[in-house]
C-alpha cells in the first residue's frame, strides 16, 4: 500500500512539475503595456501559478486514488477542494475559485461514474428499462418537437429565450447539414462555413441591390452554395480524409479573404448593412410600413409588437431545420444515401461494387453545402448586416464538433450537442473568453473519452434481419 | 534587378523561419500519419516565450546580443517543448487506435484551447518585442536602389542551416534517429524489436516543438510584434510548405518552406498584398490535387 501511494505522490508530482513548467513564463509573466510609451513590462502572477499547480498536484493524486480502487479517498479530497474553492478563502484571482471547485467536481464525478454507470446499465437492461428505451428512441424526437413547436407561446417566450432559440435552431440546421457530408459520406469538411458565407451574401447582394424578396432568393442562394460546393468539391475529392479536411480549411479561408478583399463586390470589412428581413405573403414586420406595403400587425389585426418578428424568424428557421433533417431521413433510404454510407465504411469495396465515388461524394458535398446556403440567407436576413467576420475558420470547427459531439450520423445528437454547446455558452455569457477555452478542451476531452459522441447508437439503415413487433429478433 | 534581389533576401529569410515550423508537421506526419494542427499554436507558445525570455534578459541587464539570443533559444526550446510533450501525452496518445479523423478533431480542439489560453492570460493586444539585433549592411546597389542584408536576415538563415544540418545528421546517424525511421516504417515491427514506441512519438513531438519554438523566437525577431493569434496563419502556411515539399520528407520540408516564402513575397512584391495569402492557400490547393505527394515525397500506396 505504502509503496503504491508513494508512487501516486511521485506521479502528481510529476505532473505538477510539468505544470509548473508550462505555466512558468506564459502564465507567471504577464506582459502589460507600460506608460504611454512603446514598451511591455512584467505583471508577476506567480500566486495564480502557485494555486494552479497545486490543484492539479492534488488533481492527479485524487485521479490515481479513484483508479487504484481507492474512490472513496478520491471523493473526499474532490470535496475538500470543492470547499476551498467554493470559501471565501483569499486566491489570487476569481477564476482559480472556479479552477479548484472544478477540478474538485471532476474527482467527484469520477468517483461516482462506476456507480452511475453500473446502474445505468443495470436499467437499461431491465424489462421496463428496455420497453422505455425503445419508446424513449422512437418519441424523443417527436417530443422535442412539439416542444419547440409551442416554445413560443410558453411563458418561456420572451425576447431573450427566443433569440437563443433561433440561434441554437441556426446551429441545429448547420449541423444537420454538414451531418449529411461527415456523419454520412465520412468527408471531413473544415471549410462547410464558406458555403454559410456564399448564402448570406447572395441574399444580402440579391435583396440590396436588385430588391429580390428572401422567399425568392433562398433556393437562389440554396443553388449558390451547392454550386460552389460542387465547384469545390470536383478537383478535391478524390484525396484521403486528412488532406481533404486541410484543403477545405484551405477553401474556406479563400472564399473569407475573397470577400474580405473584393470591395466592389461586397464592401470588404465593412460589410453590407440594411438587409431587409423576411415577410409574410409580402407584409413586412416594422411599426410603419414603407410605401405600397402592409405590415403584419396591419394585415392580421392585431396591435404591434416587436417579438412578432422573433417569432416569425423562429418558426422559419424551425421549417428550414426540419425540412434539412427529413431530407437527410429521406435519402439515407435511396441508393445515393446508401452510397454515401457504404463510402464512408469503405471506399475500395465501394469502388468493387460501381459505385462511383467521385459523383457519390460530389452529391453529399453540394447537398450539404445547399443547406448551408439556406441557413446562411437566413442568417443575413436575421442579422440585417454581415460581414466576413461571422464567417471565420472558428465558426467550422464549432460546426463540426456539434456534429461530432452529437455523435457522427445521429439527427439527435446534433440537437442535443448545439443546445450544449452554444445554449450553455451564451446562457453564461460573462464566462467570454473562459467559454472559447472551455470548448477547445471539450473537443479534446470527448475524443478521448467519447469518440463517438453523446448519441453513440445509430440507428441502421439497413437490417439483415428486422426486428419482429413481439420485441425479439 | 536590385528590386527583385531584395525581394530574394526577404523571401528566403521567411522561407527559413516557415522551413523550420514545417519540419514539424512533417516529422509527425511520417511517424504517425496525422496533421498536427496544434503546431502552429506551439510555434506562438515559443514566440511569446521568447518575448518574455528577452524582457528577462533585459531586466537582468544582459546587455551581449549574442548571449541573450543564445540563451533566449535554449530557454524557447526547452519550454515549448514541454508544451510538444504534453499535447501529445494528453491529447493524441490516448486517441491511438481509434477512428482515422479523431486525432485531427483532437487538435483542433488543443489548437483552440491553446489560443484562448494565451489570449486569456497575456491578453490579446499586439505585444511589441524582440528587437535585439539592429542595422545591416549594403551588398550592391542598382538603378538607385540598394539592396540590403540586415544582420538578423543573416542570424535567421543562419540559425535555420545550422539546425537543420544538426537535425538531418540527428535522423540519420543517431540511434534515436533509427527508432524514428523503424517506427516511420513499420510500428508494429519495431516494438517487436524492442523499440518503444510510445517514447519515440514523444521524442518526436519534443524535436518538432523545439524547432517550432526557435521559429517563433525567429518571427518576432524579424517582425517584432506578435499576438496570441499568429499560430493559425503561420501553421497553415507551414502546413502547406510541408505537403509542397513531399509530406514526411525532412529536405522537402526546408524546400517547401522555401518555395512558400518565395511565393508569398514575389506574390506581395508584384501583385497584391491583400491577396498574398489566397496565393498561399491556392497554392495548398492545387499541389494536394496535382501532386499530392509532394516535390520530393514517396507516392503512397493504399493498402486495404
Known amino acids: 500500500m505504502g509503496a503504491r501511494l508513494s508512487s501516486m505522490l511521485k506521479d502528481a508530482g510529476l505532473t505538477a512539475f510539468v505544470a509548473a513548467a508550462l505555466g512558468i513564463f506564459i502564465v507567471g509573466f504577464r506582459t502589460v503595456d507600460v506608460g504611454s510609451r512603446k514598451g511591455l513590462g512584467f505583471d508577476y502572477q506567480f500566486a495564480d501559478l502557485a494555486v494552479a499547480v497545486v490543484t492539479i498536484f492534488f488533481g492527479r493524486l485524487g485521479l490515481s486514488l479513484a483508479a487504484a480502487g481507492l474512490r472513496w479517498p478520491s471523493m473526499v479530497l474532490g470535496a475538500a477542494m470543492i470547499a476551498a474553492g467554493a470559501s471565501p478563502l483569499e486566491l489570487p484571482s476569481g477564476f482559480l475559485h472556479w479552477f479548484v471547485a472544478l477540478g474538485g467536481v471532476l474527482l467527484v464525478i469520477r468517483g461516482v461514474w462506476p456507480w452511475a454507470n453500473d446502474a445505468m446499465t443495470a436499467a437499461a437492461g431491465s424489462r421496463s428499462g428496455v420497453v422505455l428505451g425503445r419508446a424513449g428512441a422512437k418519441w424523443s424526437g417527436w417530443l422535442l418537437l412539439a416542444a419547440a413547436v409551442a416554445m413560443p407561446f410558453t411563458p418561456f417566450g420572451d425576447q431573450k429565450t427566443m433569440d437563443l432559440g433561433v440561434l441554437i435552431l441556426t446551429y441545429v440546421m448547420l449541423g444537420w447539414g454538414l451531418n449529411i457530408v461527415v456523419g454520412l459520406a465520412g468527408l471531413l469538411d473544415l471549410g462547410y462555413v464558406a458555403f454559410y458565407a456564399v448564402g448570406a451574401y447572395s441574399y444580402a447582394l440579391l435583396s440590396t441591390q436588385h430588391g429580390l424578396g428572401f422567399w425568392v432568393v433562398l433556393p437562389i442562394a440554396g443553388m449558390m452554395a451547392a454550386l460552389f460546393g460542387v465547384l469545390l468539391g470536383f478537383p478535391v475529392l478524390r484525396l484521403r480524409g486528412d488532406y481533404l479536411a486541410i484543403v477545405t480549411l484551405g477553401f474556406g479561408e479563400i472564399i473569407r479573404l475573397v470577400i474580405l478583399n473584393w470591395f466592389d463586390l461586397t464592401n470588404g470589412p465593412a460589410g453590407i448593412g440594411s438587409i431587409p428581413g423576411p415577410t409574410l405573403f409580402g407584409a413586412v414586420f416594422a411599426e410603419t410600413a414603407p410605401a405600397g406595403k402592409q405590415t403584419v400587425s396591419q394585415m392580421l389585426g392585431i396591435p404591434f409588437d416587436g417579438i412578432h418578428r422573433l417569432i416569425f424568424l423562429y418558426y422559419i428557421i424551425l421549417f428550414l431545420a426540419l425540412i434539412t433533417n427529413l431530407f437527410t431521413q429521406r435519402m439515407r433510404r435511396l441508393p445515393v444515401g446508401r452510397a454515401w454510407e457504404a463510402l464512408r465504411e469503405d471506399e475500395t469495396a465501394c469502388r468493387a461494387l460501381g459505385i462511383n465515388p467521385t459523383n457519390t461524394k460530389l452529391t453529399a458535398f453540394a447537398v450539404g453545402a445547399m443547406f448551408a446556403g439556406f441557413a446562411g440567407s437566413f442568417f443575413a436576413a436575421k442579422q440585417r448586416f454581415i460581414s466576413p467576420e461571422s464567417f471565420v475558420f472558428i465558426e467550422s470547427a464549432i460546426i463540426l464538433a456539434i456534429v461530432v459531439l452529437g455523435g457522427m450520423g445521429s439527427q439527435i445528437g446534433v440537437v442535443l450537442a448545439a443546445v450544449l454547446l452554444i445554449g450553455l455558452p451564451e446562457w453564461f455569457r460573462d464566462l467570454g473568453n473562459y467559454r472559447m477555452l472551455a470548448f477547445g478542451l471539450a473537443m479534446v476531452l470527448i475524443m478521448v473519452f467519447r469518440p463517438r459522441g453523446l448519441v453513440a447508437h445509430r440507428e441502421p439503415s439497413l437490417r439483415l434481419h428486422p426486428i419482429k413487433p413481439g420485441g425479439g429478433r | ?304
Open chain 2, 1 to 304: 534587378m536590385a528590386y527583385f534581389s531584395q525581394q530574394l533576401i526577404n523571401a528566403i529569410t521567411l522561407g527559413a523561419i516557415y522551413g523550420l515550423i514545417a519540419v514539424g508537421y512533417t516529422m509527425v506526419y511520417g511517424i504517425i500519419g496525422m496533421i498536427n494542427f496544434a503546431h502552429g499554436e506551439v510555434f506562438m507558445i515559443g514566440a511569446f516565450i521568447s518575448l518574455i525570455g528577452f524582457m528577462i534578459c533585459g531586466l537582468l541587464g544582459i546587455g551581449s546580443a549574442p548571449v541573450a539570443i543564445l540563451l533566449v533559444l535554449l530557454m524557447a526550446m526547452a519550454f515549448s517543448a514541454v508544451y510538444g510533450w504534453a499535447i501529445e501525452r494528453t491529447a493524441y496518445r490516448p486517441l491511438r487506435g481509434s477512428f482515422r479523423l479523431a486525432p485531427l478533431i483532437s487538435a483542433i480542439g488543443v489548437s483552440i484551447a491553446l489560443q484562448n489560453y494565451v489570449q486569456l492570460v497575456q491578453g490579446a493586444r499586439p505585444k511589441p518585442g524582440g528587437d535585439v539585433v539592429s542595422g545591416g549592411f549594403n551588398l550592391f546597389s542598382a538603378d538607385g536602389f540598394d539592396v540590403r542584408v540586415t544582420w538578423l536576415q543573416i542570424i535567421i538563415v543562419l540559425v535555420t542551416v545550422v539546425l537543420m544540418m544538426g537535425f538531418t545528421w540527428l535522423i540519420a546517424r543517431t540511434p534515436l534517429g533509427r527508432r524514428q525511421r523503424a517506427c516511420e516504417q513499420d510500428m508494429k515491427m519495431a516494438a517487436l524489436l524492442g523499440v518503444n514506441v510510445d517514447r519515440t512519438i514523444s521524442l518526436t513531438f519534443v524535436l518538432g516543438a523545439a524547432l517550432a519554438a526557435v521559429a517563433g523566437m525567429l518571427f518576432l525577431m524579424y517582425y517584432g510584434v506578435i499576438d496570441f493569434f499568429i499560430g493559425f496563419l503561420a501553421g497553415i502556411k507551414a502546413f502547406t510548405a510541408a505537403v509542397l515539399g513531399g509530406i514526411g520528407s525532412l529536405p522537402g520540408a526546408m524546400l517547401g518552406g522555401l518555395l512558400i516564402g518565395l511565393i508569398e513575397v514575389f506574390w506581395a512584391a508584384y501583385f497584391s498584398s491583400e491577396y498574398k495569402d489566397v496565393a498561399a492557400f491556392a497554392i495548398l490547393v492545387l499541389v494536394l490535387i496535382f501532386r499530392p505527394s509532394g516535390l520530393l515525397g514517396k507516392p503512397e500506396i493504399e493498402k486495404v
